[in-house]
Structure formats: C-alpha cells, structure tokens
C-alpha cells in the first residue's frame, strides 16, 4: 500500500472533511451506534460485573461524533466517560449532541500530556493503519487496567479507507509486555437485523498483568466458547489446510492488486500532470500568438492612417502648387501684355 496515502486518510484533515461532508448521508451515526451495541453484546460477564462494582474511568478512543460513546455509557452503566478523537468537528458535534458526556479533542501521536484511564475501548479504527500494532502498543501506554478492542475480522475485500487484514495468526496475545489478551469473541455482525457491517468483527481484550491476576479467571472466561470450534486448526482434514492455504494466496493476490493498482494510479497522475502542463504550454503559445497578430494588425492600422494622412497632405500641396504656378503665368502673361501696349508704333 502507498504509504502517503495511508497518511492522507489518516490526516485530521481528511476526517474533519469527512465528517462535514458525508459522515450522516453514509450513515456514520448510525454504523458508532450498532458496533458499540455488538460490542456490548459480546463482552465477558466477568467484565461487565467489573465495570459496574468499580466505575472505572472510561475512554472511547477515536469516538467520532460520540453516538457510539453515547451507547457504551448508558448500557454499561457508566459514570466516568470520556470520548476522544482528533478531528475538532466531530467533537464539536459529539458536545453539542451529549453535553453530559465529556469530550476531548487531541491525537495520541502529538499530544504528550495524553490522560492516562482505567480502560480504553476502540471501536472499528486500527484497521486504518498499515501497521496497527504500533498504534495498540501506544494505546496500551494510557489504559492502567484494560483495552478493549473491536475491528473488522478476517476482511479480505478491504474497504478503501482500511490497510489490514486481521486474523488468528497475525493477533497479538501480548501488548508491550504490559497487557495480555484475556477474552476474544468472533462476531458474525451480518447476522444482526440492523446490521451496519455485511460480515465478522472480533473483541479483544487485553489486561494489565495485576488486573488479569486479581481478576481470577478460569480457562471458561477467556475464550467466547461458541467461537471456540472455528478456531482449532483442523490438521487431520486436509481440506480445511488447503482451504486455509487458498485464503491466504488469496490475500496475498489481494494485496499484489491493491500495489499494482496503486502503481497505475500513479503513473495514470503523472500522464495527467504532463497533459496538463502541455496544454498549459499549448495555450500560452497561443495567447503568445495571438497577442503578436494584435500588435501587428494595430501597427497596420496605424500605418494606414499616416498614409492617409500623407495622402491628403500631398493632395493639398499639389493644389496649392498648382494654383501658385496658374497665378504666376498669369501676371506674366499681364505684365507682357501691359508692355507691348506702352510700346510707340512705328509706321
């Protein structure tokens, strides 16, 4: 995947963009709503009995506009509640809609001072980095007791704004050596009435090593046991390892096409910018051209008028010569007639 391009959706630009433009027409609202629901729906009794005996502090990381955040709160029971994202609109919004809910607006990248809270909870946002675990492992940082993680599960036909593809074997157990996965469940969301998500989602939950030691759990609590068959490799069936091998050439395909379809895009940009250019130049030339049979027609025109100008000074000249030379004749021809008739006669 391009690199570049990553950054640019994951810009605060980008979302703030998004989030005028078309996050309700696409039904952004409603899509925070149904993953927290599900999410809810799938957590551990052991969590949720966790939740409402000790009212942890709790951060919805990268919360949007605060509908999901708005769910969590009223069906865990929450007291404390904080949702953050970096785009300011959202949070503008997210205020405005729950102005009992606190809202902050800051990036987990830039802001050094970034609150630190019992649990974090992430819904449908690592998919959009090309290297999420990166940015798990700086959640982890801030989340003194849990992180509670919900993405898109096994999504081969990515949509354009994801980079990853999660799977069993490319899910960490271990967060930084500071948080251990605890409980997992694999959510077919398509099969929800109001579904916002046409395929699986997975929850994680990771727990601070003294958290997970108190806690006392059995081996029961930490898997969703009606997930638990799918996810024991099936080694005497040789079809299911020829069908896990398909999958994952299937990915990869995936992934060749996603970069040589990147690689075209680019070259088809720069064709575009040399066309632009040549026809920039194109109509420089011309405007140069025409310019120049302006300024020669004008040059034309002016020459035209001196000639006329000439034209009519010679034709008056011309005149006036003629009519001094006509005067002239005539008073010699009187001065000669004037002297012959004083001359005496001879006889």
Same mark, same amino acid.
């Given at each position: 995947?391009?690199?570049?391009?990553?950054? +640019?959706?994951?810009?605060?630009?980008?979302?703030? *963009?998004?989030?005028?433009?078309?996050?309700?027409? @696409?039904?952004?609202?409603?899509?925070?709503?149904?993953?927290?629901?599900?999410?809810?729906?799938?957590?551990?009794?052991?969590?949720?009995?966790?939740?409402?005996?000790? *009212?942890?502090?709790?951060?919805?990381?990268?919360? +949007?506009?605060?509908?999901?955040?708005?769910?969590?709160?009223?069906?865990?029971?929450?007291?404390?509640?904080?949702?953050?994202?970096?785009?300011?609109?959202?949070?503008?919004?997210?205020?405005?809609?729950?102005?009992?809910?606190?809202?902050?607006?800051?990036?987990?990248?830039?802001?050094?001072?970034?609150?630190?809270?019992?649990?974090?909870?992430?819904?449908?946002?690592?998919?959009?980095?090309?290297?999420?675990?990166?940015?798990?492992?700086?959640?982890?940082?801030?989340?003194?007791?849990?992180?509670?993680?919900?993405? &898109?599960?096994?999504?081969?036909?990515?949509?354009?704004?994801?980079?990853?593809?999660? =799977?069993?074997?490319?899910? &960490?157990?271990?967060?930084?050596?500071?948080?251990?996965?605890?409980?997992?469940?694999?959510?077919?969301?398509?099969?929800?009435?109001?579904?916002?998500?046409?395929?699986?989602?997975?929850?994680?939950?990771?727990?601070?090593?003294?958290?997970?030691?108190?806690?006392?759990?059995?081996?029961?609590?930490?898997?969703?046991?009606?997930?638990?068959? &799918?996810?024991?490799?099936?080694?005497?069936?040789?079809?299911?390892?020829?069908?896990?091998?398909?999958?994952?050439?299937?990915?990869?395909?995936? =992934?060749?096409?996603?970069?040589?379809?990147?690689?075209?895009?680019?070259?088809?940009?720069?064709?575009?910018? *040399?066309?632009?250019?040549?026809?920039?130049? $194109?109509?420089?030339?011309?405007?140069?051209?025409?310019?120049?049979?302006?300024?020669?027609?004008?040059?034309?025109?002016?020459?035209? =008028?001196?000639?006329?100008?000439?034209?009519?000074?010679?034709?008056?000249?011309?005149?006036?010569?003629?009519?001094?030379?006509?005067?002239?004749?005539? @008073?010699?021809?009187? $001065?000669?007639?004037?002297?012959?008739?004083? =001359?005496?006669?001879?006889?």
């Amino acid at each position: 995947m391009d690199t570049q391009y990553s950054e +640019a959706i994951n810009s605060t630009q980008y979302w703030n *963009q998004r989030f005028i433009a078309d996050w309700k027409e @696409n039904n952004g609202m409603e899509q925070s709503q149904f993953f927290s629901r599900i999410a809810v729906d799938h957590l551990p009794a052991w969590f949720i009995r966790y939740v409402h005996r000790h *009212q942890p502090s709790f951060c919805d990381w990268g919360c +949007a506009m605060g509908n999901g955040t708005k769910v969590l709160h009223e069906l865990l029971s929450l007291q404390n509640t904080t949702g953050i994202d970096f785009s300011k609109v959202a949070i503008e919004q997210a205020r405005a809609s729950y102005p009992t809910i606190r809202f902050i607006t800051t990036d987990i990248l830039r802001d050094e001072n970034f609150p630190q809270f019992d649990i974090i909870f992430s819904s449908n946002t690592l998919e959009h980095f090309e290297n999420p675990w990166d940015m798990l492992e700086k959640l982890s940082c801030f989340a003194k007791k849990f992180l509670v993680i919900l993405i &898109p599960f096994q999504e081969y036909d990515r949509h354009f704004e994801h980079f990853y593809t999660f =799977e069993t074997t490319n899910i &960490p157990s271990t967060v930084r050596a500071s948080h251990h996965l605890t409980y997992f469940s694999i959510i077919n969301a398509a099969e929800y009435p109001s579904n916002y998500w046409n395929g699986q989602q997975i929850l994680l939950i990771y727990s601070a090593h003294a958290e997970r030691t108190d806690l006392d759990l059995t081996i029961s609590d930490l898997i969703d046991n009606k997930n638990l068959a &799918p996810l024991i490799p099936d080694t005497v069936n040789p079809m299911s390892v020829a069908l896990t091998d398909c999958t994952q050439k299937i990915v990869q395909l995936q =992934e060749q096409l996603d970069r040589t379809f990147d690689l075209l895009n680019k070259r088809l940009d720069a064709t575009d910018l *040399q066309i632009a250019e040549a026809t920039s130049e $194109k109509e420089a030339l011309v405007s140069a051209v025409q310019s120049l049979q302006n300024e020669i027609q004008a040059e034309k025109n002016e020459t035209a =008028e001196k000639l006329q100008l000439l034209n009519a000074s010679l034709n008056a000249i011309e005149k006036s010569l003629s009519r001094d030379f006509i005067t002239t004749i005539k @008073n010699a021809f009187s $001065k000669l007639t004037r002297s012959k008739n004083k =001359e005496p006669h001879v006889s």
